[in-house]
């Protein structure tokens, strides 16, 4: 059993001792993340303190078949700073019937913090390489939340366009990951 | 929609920019599409990851501690809090008179009474095999800080009571409540479902439900002020929250 495992078991159990464990491992994580929402210090530790209170009451659940546990408190505490930051109080998401990508199986700490550290420097790099109008629509999207069509607005350009970058943008990632043929834009 | 609209479609939901009425046609094409299933599952585990590409940032020491505060503090709060009792055989079958699914109807009413002095017998009163109380003192959310509440749930016939106290009247309009209680099941990671109304006691300082659902699978009941008739989901403001113990 892995410590993200553990920590997530304690928590199902009640007990605090798992909070610290996932806060101590993730913490200055969830505080990056809502703070780069945000860029506000004081409504990211809000947001942190919130997120993770979700967890520890069970409203916010993890799903090993959906990803790891941190992917899993990165989105949390994502949707919860843009839901904040666009004046949503708590919004439910609808899911979509997907076949989700099940976290790694591996038993190690080291075997699974060092495959997570090289997808994310694979995912860090190829964000940093996408051309800029695709990089912009993807922060856009991901880091201020907003819809395709208020980025269509925002940038000036068609729908359509923003729907392509997206597309193109989440291929080129996709690619770095899984070994996927990559599809440059044209 | 082709399987190439429904990439288009995937990629933006994976980063949270779909449109919200372009999700019903992708819903539909995703029913009966496999590949596109594989393929959204994939985006949005990418997706997922661009999160954790930020470059972690040292929290305030602060953080960590008000954190543990809250978490220890409810952590004592559920422990004294879930405590089984021993049986009565008349609460239950006055539990089992009251009916179940209503809304504001002449049933309700009763059905409300009858949760009063259901509520009454919770605070006071010994509770049928098997029910669990789960006493939280301090539920109240911002708009209602000094709420207080019980809930007895009987797992074997999947219905619990909630009895609120410290409530506020909802908005009056006209002579006429222009607002109600609607009491909500969170599921765990899913959207709330209306579950039940709250109704004043007899007592006029409480308030009950009958909640003739089972809580299996709930992480929390919540209890939002909502028009008059209700809400299919929340709309107004959360007044309590009770978060449920795991495995209940």
């Given amino acids: 059993m892995t410590t993200d495992e553990r920590a997530v078991e304690l928590i199902a159990q009640g ?29 990211a530790e809000d947001v942190v303190q919130e997120a993770f209170l979700s967890i520890w009451r069970g409203a916010a659940t993890y799903r090993p078949d959906r990803g790891g546990v941190r992917s899993w408190l990165c989105t949390v505490v994502r949707n919860r700073s843009i839901d904040r930051t666009r004046g949503r109080a708590g919004r439910s998401r609808d899911e ?6 099940a976290a790694g199986s591996s038993t190690s700490d080291t075997w699974t913090e060092v495959v997570a550290e090289l997808d994310r420097e694979h995912i860090r790099g190829a964000l940093e390489r996408l051309p800029a109008e695709q990089r912009t629509t993807i922060e856009l999207a991901y880091f201020a939340g907003c819809s395709q069509s208020e980025i269509s607005a925002r940038m000036r350009v068609p729908l359509g366009t923003v729907k392509g970058r997206t597309r193109l943008a989440l291929r080129t990632l996709r690619g770095v990951l899984g070994g996927w043929c990559v599809e440059q834009p044209a | 929609m082709t399987c190439d609209e429904s990439e288009l479609l995937l990629a933006a ?130 708009g209602a ?89 929340p709309t107004g403001p959360e007044v309590l929250r009770v978060p449920l113990p795991p495995g209940i």
């Fill in chain 1, 96 to 101: 979509l019937p997907l076949e989700h990508v």
């Fill in chain 1, 15 to 43: 007990s605090p001792e798992g909070m610290e464990l996932l806060y101590d491992r993730y913490g200055s994580l969830a505080y990056a993340v809502a703070l780069r929402v945000l860029r506000d210090a004081s409504a």
């Fill in chain 2, 13 to 142: 939901h994976a980063v949270g920019c779909l449109d919200p009425g372009e999700e019903t046609g992708l819903r539909v094409h995703l029913e009966g599409c496999h590949d596109c299933r594989r393929l959204g599952g994939v985006l949005l585990h990418v997706g997922t990851m661009i999160a954790g590409t930020v470059s972690p940032v040292t929290p305030p020491p602060s953080l960590r501690r008000n954190l543990m505060a809250r978490v220890e503090a409810e952590a004592r709060a559920r422990s004294s809090a879930a405590v089984p009792r021993r049986s009565a055989r008349w609460h239950r079958r006055l539990w089992s008179r009251v009916p179940s699914g209503r809304r504001f109807t002449a049933a309700g009413g009763l059905a409300a009474a009858a949760a009063g002095l259901l509520a009454a017998w919770s605070l006071a009163g010994p509770h049928p095999a098997g029910a669990v109380a789960i006493r939280v003192p301090t539920c109240g959310s911002a």
């Fill in chain 2, 145 to 233: 800080p000094a709420t207080r509440c019980v809930l007895d749930y009987d797992p074997d016939r999947h219905q619990a009571v909630l009895t609120a106290t410290g409530l506020t009247l909802p908005a009056v309009l006209g002579g006429a409540s222009a607002q109600t209680y609607e009491v909500w099941l969170i599921p765990a990671g899913g959207a709330p479902m209306p579950a039940a109304f709250l109704a004043q006691g007899p007592d006029g300082g409480s308030w009950s439900s009958v909640i003739s659902r089972s809580l299996h699978g709930s992480a929390a009941i919540a209890v939002t002020a909502e028009p008059a008739g209700g809400s299919l989901a």
